[in-house]
């Protein structure tokens, strides 16, 4: 039998752990919410202390030890919070974000192949004294106030019966709905996993308890579950969504009708393996690498190529008279099928807007820290979707304008009150769905606003007249990084950079409203999707390309003394021959062939591409490196140039070329041959 | 033909233990990702063995052995628990609860094989 090797399991290691780090951080600023409101926190201490503790198994199993001995420290000091009732020590959330980001950078490491640093000795010193500082725990309370039936009564933690209470107080009903599984039930796709899913859509889930039953017709599987959930729906309205029957829904509380004096107990805190959670997981969830789906649209556009073809061999039979009427219906089906098809692929590609929005509390809490501000964030992504690609490299342009909205655009709360504004400014951070193909993202603030006068004298130039000039005007390179501009103008730093992530990279439009005393809105439009190719970056004729690494065979140094010029053709030709492997391959000069001044480096290169089978050197004069970019197709007619393909922006705005050398190839072979 | 039902909420972990059990003859392998999908398995379908993590949302591993235990067929389904280092309290519960054999994070393949062949009474190098 072959030796298993969980290093095996790294990239989906890697994803899961992400996944984890995200709930982490999600955690640790509810419970940050939860201290300062003085609401309960056990809930969010468990959530968290499981997801490290997840962390820390799977991170044990593939051998990264340094983020295990930070997890093992942080489950310490949750245990000890756990003990405390949910209490945690002063400072205790911030220790706990800085070791999140410590094992975030530790999986990066990994992720890039880099050694996994050590853990840093302070922090851990840090997580140290957390676990010292021990708080007695509150005496929790037990309530008759439920009517609950005595075997789930048995299973419900004080905490979750806490959860129900305050549930009722704030004028929801707890209910209790039975569910039992059965073979047939199963086979009909009902189990507890789909109950749970659409009970989570109008109620939210505070515990299940599974309960043994005799055998019977109503529980077939001796088995049946009680699930306790709060909601504002009706019994009706709860029994349609999730498929059972209203006699299997009992009241357990309601408001205004239950809740009498609760009773002091001490109940004891059960173990923290014990801990539930009531959000809906995730379930029958593929995880793909983007790779292969991208295969799968490459397959698709080979289709659609063969369609073509199909698509003018008909036109061919019509012409000579043939009746094609029945195969041009079948041709337009297969377009729409086609059409269907692509947008299907795409649609895999889509990760829901809320999870870019997830670490945006976490970025406005360190501002919140470091600028004395007091921001009240709004976030909603509603039910909008966009590629993972567009979400990913939106980000950074999504932190930029956030950024600025709180340092720069939101006053101190003594200007702010002193200007007849609430102290806490606003922050509304929004993704919507706009028309078909494109997402917008709304940062809106009601901050001081922008005065275009002071950004012009800063600029040297006359005042802008309209938002969209003003906004043209703090785009420009030079002057957003000056930071008196910033900080007199309530915005600019970095818009330079958010203008080239938003329009240059994605392709996309960004518009701004400002009124001074009343705040500025930013909305940047970006396509829902992108098409990313890994490309080699090369220089040649002292100009930068790229080229899609899958056209390439091979790299090779240009020796010399190894090319001769190939019979009859003359000097100046492009072409000339070189051995490789004892076979002589064509050698284009690029850089003639793209009309190109020569610069004659000292060590050049070759790029060997394949063409029709027979292989085809490109002379550059050095690569520069290998990465993913987004490829724009070039769009004006004009610039439509044959072995061209599009543009793309490698991060320093400069578009440059994606040249396609195979079509090159084409026409260097033709014009040898015009010369021979 | 052994039927072994692995209950984790990690799905890479799932996926861990089954590369780690592959090579038993004939084993037959079904995922449950959370507790209570993994009562629900177990009160409908016959598995020769168990492999259970403690740590789940929903419901914790604690809570689906004593449920389990407490069902006439199912008292003496072998079951493996799983968990990870930090959690020393938890080997005296889980045996207590019912738990056939305790196993904690990191383990090696060889070892949760050794355990496994070992409750299925497999013979050595079967």
């Known amino acids: ?676 | 033909m052994a039927n072994i039902l692995v209950v984790d909420d990690s799905k890479v972990m799932r996926d861990m233990v089954v590369a780690c059990l592959r090579g038993l003859p004939g084993a037959v392998f079904a995922h449950a990702g959370s507790g209570l999908e993994a009562i629900e398995r177990l009160s409908m379908e016959r598995f020769d063995l168990v492999v259970l993590d403690l740590n789940m949302p929903d419901i914790g591993g604690i809570e689906v052995l004593e449920f389990v235990r407490g069902q006439d067929h199912l008292k003496t389904v072998p079951i493996i628990v799983v968990t990870t280092r930090g959690d020393e309290g938890a080997r005296a519960s889980s045996l207590e609860a019912g738990a056939s054999r305790f196993m904690v994070k990191p383990f090696s393949p060889e070892e949760i094989l050794a355990e496994t062949r070992a409750l299925l009474g497999l013979a050595e190098g079967v």
């Open chain 1, 1 to 676: 039998m072959s030796r298993v090797d969980l290093r095996e399991f790294l990239d989906a290691y890697l994803d899961e752990v992400d996944e984890h780090l995200a709930n982490a951080n999600t955690q640790l600023l509810a419970l940050d919410a939860a201290l300062r409101a003085g609401e309960p926190t056990l809930r969010a201490v468990r959530e968290l202390f499981r997801a490290l503790h997840t962390i820390k198994g799977l991170s044990a199993m593939v051998g990264v030890d340094p983020i295990v001995a930070i997890a093992h420290r942080m489950e310490a000091s949750l245990r000890a919070a756990d003990r405390a009732g949910g209490q945690l020590p002063e400072g205790a959330i911030d220790v706990m974000l800085q070791a999140v980001a410590a094992i975030e950078q530790r999986v990066r490491a990994l992720a890039s192949g880099h050694p996994v640093p050590a853990p840093p000795g302070p922090l851990l010193a840090a997580l140290d004294t957390l676990d010292e500082v021990r708080t007695p725990a509150p005496v929790a309370r037990t309530t008759s106030g439920l009517a609950l039936d005595p075997a789930v009564n048995a299973k419900i933690a004080a905490f979750e019966r806490d959860a129900l209470e305050r549930g009722i107080a704030s004028g929801r009903r707890a209910l209790c709905v039975r569910f039992a599984p059965s073979p047939e039930r199963a086979a009909a796709g009902t189990n507890i996993n789909t109950v749970r899913e659409r009970l989570g859509v109008v109620s939210e889930i505070v515990k299940v308890v599974p309960v043994s039953a005799p055998r019977s017709a109503e529980a077939p599987a001796a088995l049946t579950f009680a699930l306790l959930v709060l909601t504002r729906a009706s019994d009706e309205d709860v029994a349609r969504e999730v498929g059972v029957d209203v006699g299997s829904i009992d009241v357990v509380g309601e408001p205004g009708t239950s809740a009498p004096a609760p009773e002091p107990a001490v109940v004891p805190v059960p173990e923290l393996h014990d801990e539930e959670r009531d959000d809906v997981q995730r379930r029958g969830v593929v995880r793909v690498d983007v790779a292969r789906l991208d295969e799968a649209l490459e397959r698709l556009a080979q289709l659609v190529i063969s369609r073509g073809v199909l698509a003018r061999e008909i036109a061919v039979l019509a012409s000579r008279g043939t009746d094609v009427r029945g195969l041009q219906i079948v041709l337009r089906e297969q377009s729409r099928q086609l059409r269907d098809m692509r947008a299907a692929v795409l649609q895999l590609r889509m990760v829901p807007a809320s999870e870019v929005l997830e670490r945006v509390p976490l970025v406005v809490r360190g501002l919140r820290k470091a600028t004395g501000k007091a921001v009240r964030l709004e976030v909603d992504a509603g039910r909008t979707e966009l590629d993972k690609a567009v979400a990913e490299r939106l980000f950074p342009a999504l932190v930029h304008l956030v950024r600025n909205a709180v340092d720069h655009a939101i006053e101190a709360p003594d200007e702010r009150r002193r200007a007849g504004k609430p102290e806490e400014g606003l922050l509304r951070v929004t993704f919507e769905t706009r028309g078909t193909g494109q997402v917008a993202l709304v940062v809106q603030d009601d901050g001081r606003g922008i005065d275009a006068a002071r950004v012009a004298a800063r600029a040297g130039v006359e005042v802008p007249t309209t938002d969209a000039a003003l906004l043209q005007l703090l785009c420009r390179p030079g002057l957003s990084t000056r930071d008196q501009v910033s900080t007199t103008s309530g915005r600019g730093i970095g818009m330079d950079v958010v203008r080239r992530i938003v329009v240059e990279e994605l392709g996309g439009d960004l518009s701004m409203t400002t009124t001074p005393g009343r705040g500025t809105t930013i909305v940047a439009r970006v396509p829902l999707t992108l098409s990313i190719v890994d490309v080699l970056t090369f220089e040649c004729g002292s100009q930068r390309f790229v080229v899609p690494m899958a056209s390439i065979d091979e790299i090779i140094e240009i020796d010399p003394t190894q090319v001769s010029a190939p019979p009859r053709t003359g000097a100046g030709s492009t072409i000339a021959l070189i051995q490789r492997r004892g076979e002589a391959v064509p050698l284009v000069r690029l850089d003639r062939t793209l009309g190109l001044a020569s610069a004659d480096p000292e060590r050049p290169k070759a790029l060997v591409v394949r063409r029709d089978g027979d292989a085809i050197a490109f002379a550059i004069d050095r690569t520069l490196g290998q990465q993913e970019v987004v490829v724009r197709p070039l769009e004006d007619p004009l610039l439509r140039v044959p072995g061209v393909t599009g543009a793309t922006d490698l991060g320093d705005g400069r578009p440059t070329l994606v040249v396609d050398l195979v079509a090159l190839s084409r026409i260097s072979g033709e014009t040898s041959e015009v010369r021979t």
